[in-house]
């Protein structure tokens, strides 16, 4: 056994230097060797984890658990779920690697994130705090926790963890952007030194460049120097103009699949819930705020941004792509069962309700799929944001969006947004008027003027009854994932319209192409 317990440290080993080759042999000779073995399949689980093969990852995990099941297995079955966004799977993964029978730091805080990533910030904190006890300098546990306690809230815990995390890795560039995006900036107390010298330290690295260059807007903003925050946004962005470019062009194929089935005939769906409550629209339209409006209602449960409508879909039709959401699914799905998309959605989501009547899903994005949600959950109800153009714009170019998810990658440059915009606006449009009664088209300037009415009928077209704590959105204690973390536990207000104008000079072009709709 000593020979199988050393290659195992030799694939370990391996594995921290990212020798993914030899980490792989490794494996397979104890197996071959021994027989079936748990830790073998558990690091061939990690090393597919590493390389982004995370259904492959699963599968060996899996398999590792069927021969000895151990809490480390569990934890790391619960980071892949969560990575999936699948949260049934997650939670019992999760339960089954408490925090007592975790030793190891890495492990803790490997179920801390895959519990954040599920909103589950609360059961969280516990599994983040042994970790931090156990190696209170690691910077990425810091981070991590950070980013926990910023989306439940706790600001203050959050920015207490993201200087750790600093203090201890001086070019966390990650943490640097987190910092600023928490706000408190003024002239006696800014980054704007800190953030400048590590700017030029980053230039050959996009996502560092990218995070420092949102971060220096984030405080030039606040400090009134809008010139100076659209020239480092720009920078920034830079390096991926054309990742917007190709992800606008994909964006335009599905459109057109979309046009073209918006007339065909389906089977009628079988699935009758009338839980679901889909709210739509592009990002940074007010979304978020609808949610937490919606949320606050007693028969109302709120999800959060939900991947599973796009991923019930995928499962029905089983389209060969790594994607999601890509036009050869979209196609597909029009000549598929609707009643097993629905009926799949509602076995994913059910759950979340928690003895709710009703549950809130506002993935923005879902707007692709209005047509295909009205076909498949007929009884469910959507909302799409509609808000001021250039807002909406420049509000997206201003926004560091996950870097790593492909829905975002349009947003790196400006003109690029605008034409987005203009297809997203026709696509809802057309929808609307061929089925005015699938949808609420909600103008966020409306609800921000007029928020009783507007809540009074957004509720009434819920099939809600009004209940008056739905307008204190300020009162919601919910944890917000979003990038409206902040604005959104405000009274309901004005203050973000019209925000565009601040880089009225900059935006000629934008305004030009917008006012061809």
Same mark, same amino acid.
């Given at each position: 056994?000593?020979?199988?317990?050393?290659?195992?440290?030799?694939?370990?080993?391996?594995?921290?230097?990212?020798?993914?080759?030899?980490?792989?042999?490794?494996?397979?000779? !104890?197996?071959?060797?021994?027989?079936?073995?748990?830790?073998?399949?558990?690091?061939?689980?990690?090393?597919?984890? %590493?390389?982004?093969?995370?259904?492959?990852?699963?599968?060996?995990?899996?398999?590792?658990?069927?021969?000895?099941?151990?809490?480390?297995?569990?934890?790391?079955?619960?980071?892949?779920?969560?990575?999936?966004?699948?949260?049934?799977?997650?939670?019992? &993964?999760?339960?089954?690697?408490?925090?007592?029978?975790?030793?190891?730091?890495?492990?803790?805080? $490997?179920?801390?994130?895959?519990?954040?990533?599920?909103?589950?910030?609360?059961?969280?904190?516990?599994?983040?705090?042994?970790?931090?006890?156990?190696?209170?300098?690691?910077?990425?546990?810091?981070?991590?926790?950070? !980013? #926990?306690?910023?989306?439940?809230?706790?600001?203050?815990?959050?920015?207490?963890?993201?200087?750790?995390?600093?203090?201890?890795?001086?070019?966390?560039?990650?943490?640097?952007?987190?910092?600023?995006?928490?706000?408190?900036?003024?002239?006696?107390?800014?980054?704007?030194?800190?953030?400048?010298?590590?700017?030029?330290?980053?230039?050959?690295?996009?996502?560092?460049?990218?995070?420092?260059?949102?971060?220096?807007?984030? %405080?030039?903003?606040?400090?009134?120097?809008?010139?100076?925050?659209?020239?480092?946004?720009?920078?920034?962005? /830079?390096?991926?103009?054309?990742?917007?470019?190709?992800?606008?062009?994909?964006?335009?194929?599905?459109?057109?699949?979309?046009?073209?089935?918006?007339?065909? $005939?389906?089977?009628?769906?079988?699935?009758?819930?009338?839980?679901?409550?889909?709210?739509?629209? @592009?990002?940074? #339209?007010?979304? $978020?705020?609808?949610?937490?409006? /919606?949320?606050?209602?007693?028969?109302?449960?709120?999800?959060?941004?939900?991947?599973?409508?796009?991923?019930?879909?995928?499962?029905?039709?089983?389209?060969?792509?790594?994607? !999601?959401?890509?036009?050869?699914?979209?196609?597909?799905?029009?000549?598929?069962? @609707?009643?097993?998309?629905?009926?799949?959605?509602?076995?994913?989501?059910?759950? /979340?309700?928690?003895?709710?009547?009703?549950?809130?899903?506002?993935?923005?994005?879902?707007?692709?799929?209005?047509?295909?949600?009205?076909?498949?959950?007929?009884?469910?109800?959507?909302? &799409?944001?509609?808000?001021?153009?250039?807002?909406? &714009?420049?509000?997206?170019?201003?926004?560091?969006?996950?870097?790593? #998810?492909?829905?975002?990658?349009?947003?790196?440059?400006? %003109?690029?947004?605008?034409?987005?915009?203009?297809?997203?606006?026709?696509?809802?449009?057309?929808?609307?008027?061929?089925?005015?009664? #699938?949808?609420?088209?909600?103008?966020?300037?409306?609800?921000?003027?007029?928020?009783?009415?507007?809540?009074?009928? /957004?509720?009434?077209?819920?099939?809600?009854?009004? %209940?008056?704590?739905?307008?204190? !959105?300020?009162?919601?204690?919910?944890?917000?994932?979003?990038?409206?973390?902040?604005?959104?536990?405000?009274?309901?207000?004005?203050?973000?319209?019209?925000?565009?104008?601040?880089?009225?000079?900059?935006?000629?072009?934008?305004?030009?192409?917008?006012?061809?709709?």
């Amino acid at each position: 056994m000593s020979a199988v317990n050393s290659r195992l440290d030799d694939a370990v080993k391996y594995l921290s230097e990212r020798n993914y080759q030899q980490a792989h042999q490794c494996c397979v000779e !104890v197996i071959k060797q021994a027989g079936p073995h748990p830790h073998a399949y558990f690091l061939l689980g990690m090393l597919h984890i %590493e390389i982004g093969q995370v259904e492959k990852a699963i599968a060996l995990l899996n398999k590792s658990n069927d021969i000895e099941p151990r809490p480390i297995t569990f934890a790391y079955l619960a980071k892949c779920h969560a990575l999936k966004g699948d949260m049934p799977q997650a939670l019992d &993964c999760a339960a089954s690697a408490p925090v007592d029978e975790l030793s190891r730091a890495l492990d803790l805080d $490997t179920v801390g994130v895959s519990l954040s990533r599920v909103g589950l910030h609360e059961k969280a904190v516990g599994y983040f705090t042994k970790a931090l006890d156990i190696a209170p300098s690691n910077p990425q546990f810091n981070y991590n926790f950070a !980013v #926990s306690a910023k989306f439940a809230g706790n600001f203050k815990v959050a920015r207490e963890h993201f200087e750790r995390a600093i203090k201890h890795a001086p070019d966390f560039y990650q943490a640097h952007f987190a910092l600023s995006d928490l706000g408190g900036i003024s002239e006696a107390s800014n980054h704007l030194k800190q953030l400048s010298q590590l700017e030029e330290k980053v230039q050959a690295q996009p996502e560092g460049r990218l995070h420092i260059g949102h971060a220096l807007a984030k %405080e030039h903003e606040a400090l009134g120097q809008f010139d100076k925050a659209f020239e480092a946004l720009v920078h920034a962005k /830079l390096p991926h103009k054309q990742r917007s470019v190709n992800t606008l062009s994909d964006y335009q194929s599905i459109f057109k699949h979309l046009y073209q089935n918006l007339t065909i $005939t389906s089977a009628k769906s079988e699935e009758t819930s009338n839980a679901p409550i889909f709210v739509v629209g @592009m990002p940074r #339209s007010g979304t $978020t705020l609808v949610e937490r409006i /919606l949320s606050h209602h007693s028969e109302v449960a709120s999800g959060g941004e939900l991947q599973d409508f796009g991923v019930a879909v995928k499962e029905v039709t089983q389209t060969s792509s790594q994607l !999601v959401l890509d036009a050869p699914t979209i196609e597909k799905a029009y000549h598929c069962d @609707m009643t097993a998309i629905g009926a799949r959605y509602i076995e994913r989501t059910g759950f /979340l309700r928690q003895g709710a009547t009703h549950l809130v899903d506002k993935l923005p994005f879902n707007f692709f799929y209005i047509d295909l949600i009205r076909r498949a959950l007929p009884n469910a109800k959507i909302v &799409c944001l509609m808000r001021d153009p250039m807002d909406t &714009c420049v509000g997206n170019f201003r926004q560091l969006f996950s870097i790593n #998810s492909p829905y975002y990658a349009y947003a790196y440059d400006l %003109e690029v947004i605008g034409q987005f915009y203009l297809a997203f606006d026709k696509w809802i449009s057309t929808f609307a008027q061929a089925h005015p009664d #699938s949808i609420r088209v909600q103008s966020y300037e409306a609800l921000a003027h007029c928020p009783e009415k507007e809540v009074k009928d /957004l509720l009434d077209f819920c099939g809600l009854p009004w %209940e008056s704590q739905c307008i204190q !959105v300020e009162n919601n204690n919910l944890p917000v994932s979003t990038a409206s973390k902040v604005q959104v536990r405000e009274p309901i207000n004005t203050k973000s319209i019209g925000r565009w104008r601040h880089y009225e000079k900059q935006t000629a072009a934008l305004q030009g192409l917008l006012a061809t709709r």
